[in-house]
């Protein structure tokens, strides 16, 4: 099971980390991703890190958002620096099993999802 935290309200140029928890099974083994979603949207892929530790991000995200594996607490963190209005979504963290990313992701490549958070970022 995986479990995403941390999202709530936050003004445009601020910070917020979510947090993606997993159970039954050791996060350092498999792929995290994360994905977000906005009303009347496709879910978006949005990064990747494989457990190789090596990260691949979205043209959008890309030097703004940062991910990191907190081994002793079995979960994958997801930094967001510099948020714009258009960063608001319900964000959803989801496992590969295989292990790697691919440079740009799809939910096809994640076997588990974890329940979504949502980001507002608003003024």
């Known amino acids: 099971q995986l479990q995403a935290s941390g999202g709530g309200l936050v003004q445009p140029g601020n910070s917020v980390r979510l947090s993606c928890t997993a159970s039954?099974?050791?996060?350092?083994?498999?792929?995290i991703g994360w994905f977000r979603q906005s009303p009347g949207k496709e879910r978006e892929w949005v990064l990747c890190?494989?457990?190789?530790?090596?990260?691949f991000y979205s043209d959008s995200v890309r030097g703004r958002f940062s991910v990191s594996r907190d081994r002793a607490k079995n979960t994958v963190n997801l930094q967001m620096n510099n948020l714009e209005p258009e960063d608001t979504a319900v964000y959803y963290c989801?496992?590969?099993?295989?292990?790697?990313?691919?440079?740009?992701?799809?939910?096809?490549?994640?076997?588990?999802w974890g329940q979504g958070t949502q980001v507002t970022v608003s003024s």
């Open positions: 890190i494989g457990n190789s530790g090596r990260a």
């Open positions: 039954g099974f050791t996060a350092d083994y498999y792929a």
């Open positions: 989801a496992a590969n099993r295989l292990g790697f990313c691919r440079p740009t992701g799809t939910t096809a490549d994640f076997d588990s």
